[in-house]
């Protein structure tokens, strides 16, 4: 089955692949290994999760003012996101989207973390703002 | 949309260069994602960089498309230390690579025409602003400064949007740059506190409480002292976006926009919350990340320190030594150090075994880690909670002092 969400594109282009859905925010440096994509915070529960290719689905970004740099940073090294979707945007992600022009996707008109599961194939269109959800499996 | 003036839609439409039309392209994405309804104009940016070769890239379009500083713009920490780079070096070691790549991304804002400071402090060094000043910086514990003591105006923004606001000399107007948005929303009651033995660190521990009580919302701080100093300013500023989010606080009577307590909140009348001391001590446990008594390092200088700072730490030291299993480090920046030198508060703590170390960040930057040190003391609650790799005991100036000639932790 498939699910369709309308939010607010602020980074246009379209992108797909399996979601990575985080309830906590995200710290892109000291949170992420930008050599290999994976989230290396101790404790935080995409701890060992690779975001690599995937499309990255969390509330709001958390960190120091560096992080655009990181993001920046793994998509020129291929680790990055394919998408981001946010619930609430927070400059420092944003800023870090535009620059590495990872479409990027807030304001859905309903809560992705509860709509999006880790492992659903999720398609990104940051031009429209709208997001189509295949769930892996029947719910 | 956001509007545009007709020089800002000219920046856009690419008039100043290719450089200038990405800033500004960037900001007003920046601007409609947060509903502002207009750019304003900068008085002060103050721009950081990180450490990734891919950053290069970004600099080099900006440059290559004529991109110059339009507001005056100064440089937080670059992360080489020119009088001990090999016993400081960076967060990733201090290989002749490393430090290349650090000098190379400091020059492309040399070349966009920054004010090379190398501090957090630059609203003490320079950077002159004034009630109603609008600025956009890198450094947390300055952004709470310069909105609460100051009264100037400007939002936490990231080290792309300060690039780009230090290019195009425009912010977006939202969040603090509205009267709406800078009403006190919680009082803080401290009137059970004696302040009458407060130390340095006990600032920062009700501050750092606060800002876990207070969340995101803007504190009202009534029943402190009347006569707060400078450096108990910074403490009470430094820990309120660590534990919270808290851009700025009032104290009526001290905030420039703020002479009562009405006047604070803007008519409304938020909840009170109580503190005491069993808080601020309850914060120092959250504050410290071990229970370990040995010490390896100590560190001072989150934010950089002020000259009385400096001062005090060299008159605590005076005649005594570290101990040689220990690395005291104090952090601020090379102007700074030129006044420590000339008055000899540089040679006492090199004398006692410890280094006045310039240019490099105490917190989130700090290379304490590639040092192999383990357990760190320190009198800031915001390196304990940044500086990455190690784990962190929370006290008092002399607290640590006592622990870097002992090696053991006797704080509280």
């Known amino acids: 089955m498939s699910i369709v969400l309308r939010g607010r594109g602020l980074v246009k282009g379209k992108a797909e692949g399996e979601a990575v859905v985080s309830s906590q925010p995200i710290s892109f440096i000291g949170g992420v290994d930008p050599n290999t994509g994976i989230v290396i915070e101790k404790g935080h529960e995409l701890e060992g999760c690779d975001i690599k290719g995937k499309v990255l689905v969390f509330p709001f970004g958390k960190g120091t003012t560096y992080n655009p740099f990181a993001i920046f940073a793994m998509k020129k090294r291929g680790t990055g ?11 420092i992600v944003l800023t870090g989207a535009i620059l590495a022009e990872i479409p990027f996707i807030d304001s859905l008109d309903r809560d992705p973390l509860e709509v999006i599961e880790s492992g659903d194939y999720v398609k990104v269109d940051g031009e429209t703002g709208i997001v189509e959800v295949i769930k892996r499996r029947k719910t | 949309m956001v509007f545009l003036t007709k020089e800002e839609e000219r920046m856009l439409d690419g008039e100043y260069g290719a450089g200038t039309q990405e800033a500004m392209s960037i900001l007003v994405k920046l601007a409609d994602a947060y509903g502002a309804e207009r750019m304003i104009k900068a008085k002060s940016a103050h721009v950081a960089a990180g450490l990734f070769l891919e950053e290069i890239e970004w600099y080099e379009r900006l440059i290559q498309g004529g991109a110059r500083f339009r507001c005056f713009t100064t440089r937080h920490p670059w992360g080489i230390d020119y009088e001990h780079w090999e016993e400081v070096g960076t967060i990733y070691g201090n290989s002749p690579e490393i430090r290349q790549l650090a000098e190379q991304i400091f020059s492309y804002s040399l070349k966009m ?5 190398g501090t957090c402090i630059q609203y003490l060094l320079g950077d002159f602003l004034m009630p109603g000043d609008v600025f956009s910086w890198t450094g947390s514990s300055g952004v709470v400064f310069a909105n609460s003591v100051l009264g100037a105006r400007g939002n936490m923004e ?6 780009c606001v230090a290019i195009t000399g425009r912010v977006p107007e939202y969040g603090l740059h509205l009267d709406e948005n800078r009403k006190g929303q919680v009082l803080i009651d401290c009137t059970k506190i004696n302040f009458k033995e407060f130390t340095d660190a006990d600032y920062g521990a009700l501050a750092f409480h606060v800002g876990k009580v207070v969340g995101g919302d803007i504190p009202v701080f009534i029943g ?12 009470i500023a430094s820990p309120l976006h660590v534990s919270g989010a808290v851009p700025m606080f009032h104290i009526p009577g001290l905030t420039p926009e703020a002479p009562t307590l009405e006047a604070a909140c803007g008519g409304e009348k938020p909840e009170k919350v109580q503190v005491d001391m069993a808080d601020v001590r309850a914060a120092y446990d959250e504050i410290s990340t071990t229970g370990e008594d040995h010490v390896d390092m100590v560190n001072f200088g989150c934010p950089h320190l002020t000259y009385e700072e400096i001062r005090k730490v060299a008159e605590m030291l005076e005649g005594r030594k570290v101990h040689e299993d220990v690395k005291l480090w104090v952090g601020t920046s090379y102007q700074v150090k030129v006044v420590a030198d000339r008055a000899g508060w540089t040679q006492t703590i090199e004398k006692a075994g410890g280094l006045l170390v310039t240019n490099i960040c105490m917190g989130p930057g700090a290379p304490f880690a590639a040092h192999g040190v383990k357990v760190v003391a320190t009198n800031s609650p915001r390196s304990a909670y940044y500086a990455p790799g190690v784990e962190h ?5 002399r607290e640590c002092i006592e622990a870097a000639i002992t090696g053991k932790w006797r704080g509280k």
């Open chain 1, 81 to 91: 996101p394919v998408a981001i979707i946010n619930v609430k945007t927070e400059e």
């Open chain 2, 113 to 117: 025409g920054v004010i090379p400071m």
């Open chain 2, 158 to 163: 990231g080290a792309v949007t300060n690039y």
């Open chain 2, 224 to 235: 402190l002292p009347k006569k707060l100093s400078l450096e108990d300013l910074r403490a």
């Open chain 2, 393 to 397: 005991l929370y006290g008092s100036t």
